[in-house]
């Protein structure tokens, strides 16, 4: 029988996988004796019923355990190394809170000052058009920013504009201040 030779190489690459797969399984398998039950010998299970109720309750008695000396006699201060952990990093992150803030809010300074410097350079073009070129322009625009160009234009000039875009069609018109 012939075999191509991706074949070849897929047939052996499966063969060395289980090889690998049975080893790791007979080095890495846990001992009998160390798998748990799911009942710990340290607990007694205890089934009392209720004649009255038909029903069965569970109770679980711990047995006593004696707690190593060394665990008793400080555990102050693992939750105080805990607690100053917690703080540093919660201080952390405070830090980090703030820096985030100041850097939107620089972030949002910005953007308005440069919707502001935009808003100013179109409203000084629009003044330098005439009226009717100016109001084509304005009337693709949204209800706040062709406020905001209106008032930056002069005030003449902003009314002569208006009164184009109620021409033309603009249905919500601006007041001037």
């Not at 047939?11 to 748990?36: K, V």
């Not at 830090?95 to 179109?122: G, M, S, V, Y």
């Amino acid at each position: 029988m012939t075999s191509k030779p991706a074949t070849i190489v897929i047939l052996t690459m499966f063969g060395s996988f289980a090889i690998i797969l049975a080893t790791m399984i007979i080095l890495f398998r846990p001992d009998p004796i160390q798998i748990r039950s799911a009942n710990p010998p340290s607990e007694k299970l205890v089934m009392k019923k209720n004649p009255v109720s038909r029903t069965s309750q569970t109770i679980i008695e711990p047995s006593e355990k004696k707690v190593p000396q060394h665990q008793l006699k400080n555990p102050s201060s693992k939750v105080s190394s805990i607690n100053a952990r917690l703080q540093r990093k919660l201080e952390q992150e405070h830090r980090e809170i703030t820096l985030l803030k100041i850097t939107l809010e620089n972030r949002l300074k910005n953007k308005i000052a440069l919707r502001t410097r935009k808003l100013t350079q179109f409203a000084r073009q629009c003044e330098n058009l005439e009226p009717g070129e100016a109001a084509q322009l304005l009337l693709e625009l949204d209800d706040e920013t062709l406020a905001d160009v209106l008032q930056r234009i002069n005030r003449n000039r902003a009314l002569s504009i208006l009164i184009l875009l109620k021409q033309l069609g603009r249905k919500k018109i601006p007041e001037i201040q």
